[in-house]
């Protein structure tokens, strides 16, 4: 099993800039990609990037392209979100996933970090 821990999240204005991060630990040789998921107060999880583990490619959500870059450090374990030229919509909480090798669907979840971003 993977276990996450994400943190950095935090208050910006508008046009500001945070950085997340995702840190792994346990089984992390059982992960074949990683993602970002946020969670705005009466709206369902959505989408906003993700990373394969191994060759680092990435895909991002229509409404972050341009603005956010996923990362990741494979001899850290860790994954990060650069997210520029924030918006009031992005204001969510923020969780990190991990997809295991050979699985469709992300199992391991972290326990998720606000970003508030004001106007």
């Known amino acids: 099993q993977v276990q996450l821990v994400e943190s950095g999240g935090g208050l910006v204005q508008a046009g500001g800039s945070l950085s997340l991060s995702c840190a792994a630990s346990g089984l992390t040789f059982t992960i074949n990609d990683m993602g970002w998921f946020r969670q705005a107060p009466g709206k369902e999880r959505e989408f906003v990037a993700s990373?394969?583990?191994?060759?680092?490619?990435?895909s991002y959500a229509d409404s972050v392209k341009g603005r956010f870059t996923c990362s990741r450090d494979n001899a850290n374990n860790t994954m990060y979100l650069q997210m520029n030229s924030l918006k009031p919509e992005d204001t969510a909480v923020y969780y990190c996933a991990a997809r295991p090798i050979l699985k469709s669907a992300f199992e391991s979840w972290g326990q998720g970090t606000q970003v508030t971003v004001s106007s």
């Open positions: 990373i394969s583990w191994g060759g680092g490619s990435t």
